[in-house]
């Protein structure tokens, strides 16, 4: 992946599949690191399945035999002398609090650092591809930060219009790009 | 600065449009959004299709779509165009320029881009 923000759709992407209805991706910035963290409320993993998704050659699905994402997003992070969590609770052992959490550390620093790249085509491109979900995107860089939460434009929108039309995405892009350039 | 009042102006002159929206997804364009697809580049090319599907004024009768991975790994980024009585096409190696001209030539006229397709391809 050329940019994390690629990685971050990516894994985001899983959580979706795992039915998450609010999903927190949470980017804090120091002077010299970015943590990166992807929190859903999707259907979760046994400890055993979490063990194995850091794995390449384990994977869910059945058009193919290998699982990249959760490996490459391990591997940037680490290339960078950071580090990568992954923490599940199942649905079936935690019926109330189940869900997903990634965390990612980078050391902006290093010469292997991925840049973070577009990522509000990131959060745009997740909104698009799933309106039904809802979405709390933070981005914080030292006293700044840039937020998002659909659950707010949900609630001025009203049922008939979702947050995937086009006039919609557009102002979120817009809205988005200015808290970046005040930030 | 941007606020959820403009939102709110949006949503009122959006509410007369959707109302007329009952066409909705003739055709449907499926982007592959898998690990696959996004490192081969989806990204730019699903909003290339979002945008220009919107700037065509084919929004009534289109609709953009996400999917995961189909399995043909190797031609990402795949696009998939699904026209009721029609069989599927499959575009393949896709870009933003590309997508530009399939909205044009094929989503627009009807005409399918051969030299894009799987089967050209493969």
Redesign the interface.
């Known amino acids: 992946?050329k940019e994390l923000s690629?990685n971050i759709?990516?894994i985001t992407?899983n959580s979706l599949?795992a039915g998450s209805t609010l999903t927190h991706i949470l980017l804090t910035e120091t002077k010299n690191t970015l943590t990166i963290v992807i929190k859903d409320n999707g259907c979760g993993m046994s400890s055993e399945m979490c063990k194995n998704v850091i794995n390449p050659f384990f994977t869910t699905?059945t058009?193919?035999k290998v699982?990249?994402?959760i490996p490459?997003f391990k591997l940037v992070a680490e290339q960078t002398g950071g580090s990568f969590k992954i923490e599940s609770k199942s649905q079936k052992e935690f019926p109330k609090n189940h869900g997903t959490c990634v965390t990612a550390v980078f050391n902006k620093n290093h010469i292997d650092y991925t840049p973070l790249g577009?990522i509000v085509?990131?959060v745009?491109?997740l909104i698009?591809?799933h309106p039904e979900s809802d979405f709390y995107f933070k981005h914080t860089v030292g006293e700044g930060e840039v937020l998002l939460n659909t659950q707010?434009?949900r609630q001025?929108?009203?049922d008939?219009?979702n947050l995937n039309?086009?006039?919609?995405?557009n102002?979120i892009k817009?809205?988005l790009k200015?808290q970046y350039e005040n930030l | 600065m941007k606020s959820l009042a403009e939102l709110q102006a949006i949503r009122d002159k959006m509410k007369d449009k959707v109302v007329l929206r009952e066409g909705y997804g003739e055709k449907r364009v499926v982007v592959g959004m898998a690990t696959c697809g996004i490192a081969a580049g989806a990204r730019p090319v699903l909003n290339a299709f979002v945008e220009g599907v919107n700037k065509a004024g084919l929004s009534a009768t289109v609709t953009v779509t996400q999917t995961g991975c189909i399995g043909i790994c190797q031609f990402e980024p795949v696009v998939e165009v699904y026209e009721a009585g029609k069989e599927k096409v499959t575009y393949v190696k896709m870009t933003a320029e590309k997508a530009e001209k399939v909205i044009n030539e094929h989503l627009k006229n009807g005409k399918v881009i051969t030299e894009y397709t799987l089967a050209a391809n493969k």
């Open positions: 992946m690629l759709l990516d992407e599949k699905r058009t193919r699982g990249f994402g490459f577009d085509s990131t745009i491109t698009q591809g707010e434009l001025v929108l009203g008939d219009i039309e086009f006039e919609i995405l102002w817009d809205f200015e």
